[in-house]
């Protein structure tokens, strides 16, 4: 009976050992699972700030700035392009292979005249930010700043010109100013009939001369000014303007409109006058009335060489207009020379 009981202890400390031995074989198996992979390493490119201040610098349509970059990573890193806040900046290589610890040079280009205000010589404030595209994503923005500083004003209203009409031979002016004396500038006009010439200089002082060479008609007329030269400091520049000028009539009629309606039954005549905004004294070259329902007279009054009446009566076979009558006048002037002008009066 003692041989049976210690038999059955011994077999019972056996099992709660196998037991505790399976558990504590899950416990070891589960702690000593592999610990997950670390978190793939995020591309760096680093630039020192004080690559990223061109400070105070000319305006020119090309400045070029070179910016060195550091991979600070462990691993290459693959620059596919460059993105920049402004299509007045480009940036090459637009592709680049940087070492772990390598630095290389991209050089930031940008059109700084476009920043600048033509009417004023205060530097202006730039700010360009780009960044790296790395595997399709982009990495932090960097902003490269400076000032550029003008080299030419040409005032607010200066590049608006105003000529009489057919001007051949006219000549208006321009006048700039520049942040340094010029050691040479030079002026030319694309595309338009008008020599450019320096008139007069004094200082940082300059004011062009701009001549006519061929008849313009009237109206408001568009062309590109390109200024170049060099500045006493030894700067190149060359800058293009839109300019326009505004070609007057020589003759202004009243009332205004060269179309007269309206003229009421029982009205029988109609007084125009044409007056002459030029030198040019004003010549009657021929005026006649003629209509479907008959013919009428024109009777000219020369009040001045720059003054004209015209009085248009009809035929005194007809007693009222019935239809339309159709004036034309003939003027000898500028402008108007050989040009018909119809006036229409209806009842």
Request: aromatic fraction near 6%.
């Amino acid at each position: 009976m003692t041989r049976n009981r210690l038999g059955l202890l011994v077999l019972g400390s056996v099992t709660l050992a196998a037991i505790a031995g399976a558990f504590s074989g899950r416990a070891y198996f589960r702690h000593a699972q592999p610990a997950p992979p670390p978190a793939p390493e995020q591309p760096a490119l680093t630039v020192d700030p004080a690559h990223l201040d061109f400070g105070d610098v000319w305006e020119t349509d090309k400045f070029e700035w070179k910016v060195p970059v550091t991979n600070t990573g462990s691993q290459v890193l693959v620059v596919d392009r460059w993105q920049a806040g402004c299509d007045c900046s480009a940036i090459t290589p637009q592709s680049l292979r940087v070492g772990p610890g390598e630095t290389k040079s991209i050089t930031v280009q940008i059109d700084l005249s476009s920043k600048v205000d033509s009417t004023s010589l205060t530097p202006v404030p730039i700010s360009i930010t780009f960044a790296a595209v790395v595997g399709g994503k982009g990495l932090p923005a960097l902003t490269l700043r400076g000032k550029a500083k003008p080299i030419i004003s040409v005032g607010t209203t200066n590049l608006s010109q105003t000529i009489p009409a057919d001007a051949r031979g006219a000549t208006s002016r321009l006048n700039i100013e520049l942040a340094l004396p010029p050691d040479d500038i030079t002026g030319m006009v694309e595309m338009f009939p008008v020599r450019c010439e320096v008139g007069s200089q004094s200082g940082r002082h300059v004011s062009f001369a701009l001549k006519y060479s061929e008849a313009i008609p009237s109206g408001y007329h568009k062309f590109a000014l390109v200024i170049r030269g060099k500045l006493a400091s030894g700067q190149a520049f060359s800058k293009s303007f839109s300019c326009g000028v505004a070609v007057l009539p020589d003759i202004q009629p009243t009332p205004s409109e060269l179309v007269v309606t309206g003229l009421v039954k029982g009205v029988r005549e109609e007084t125009i006058t044409f007056r002459s905004l030029s030198d040019a004294p004003l010549v009657l070259v021929g005026a006649f009335v003629k209509g479907t329902a008959g013919s009428g007279t024109v009777v000219a009054q020369v009040e001045s060489q720059a003054l004209l009446s015209l009085t248009i009566r009809p035929s005194k076979d007809v007693p009222e207009i019935q239809r339309e009558t159709v004036t034309a006048v003939h003027l000898a002037g500028w402008h108007l020379r050989l040009t018909p002008i119809e006036l229409t009066i209806t009842p």
